[in-house]
């Protein structure tokens, strides 16, 4: 099952990392997703390799899973 992180309105697993913007499965809020480098916390740019997506970050020069990210999530209206 693909990695899903946990909504702040419903609090289920409904937002997928792999979007930028992402609504949610459960309650179909809309969230923007902005991954942070846990070395760092810079802002990580996202990366397609063999159709997954990754992040990676510029100022460590690393290839961060989407698990090891953080992401700041932040309602849309
Ligand atoms: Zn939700
Ligand atoms: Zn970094």
């Known amino acids: ?3 899903m992180l946990q ?3 419903c609090e289920q697993e409904g937002l997928d990392p ?3 913007l992402s609504q949610c499965t459960v309650c179909k809020d809309n969230f923007s997703l902005e991954a942070h480098c ?3 916390d810079g802002v990580l740019e ?3 390799a ?6 990676f970050c510029n100022s460590c020069n690393n ?3 989407k698990r090891s990210a953080r992401f700041v ?5």
């Open 46 to 48: 996202r990366v397609q």
């Open 38 to 40: 846990p070395q760092c």
């Open 63 to 65: 290839l961060v899973s």
């Open 73 to 77: 999530i932040t309602k849309v209206a």
């Open 7 to 9: 909504c702040p309105s």
């Open 1 to 3: 099952m693909a990695f």
């Open 18 to 20: 792999r979007h930028s």
């Open 50 to 55: 063999c159709g997954a997506v990754d992040f």
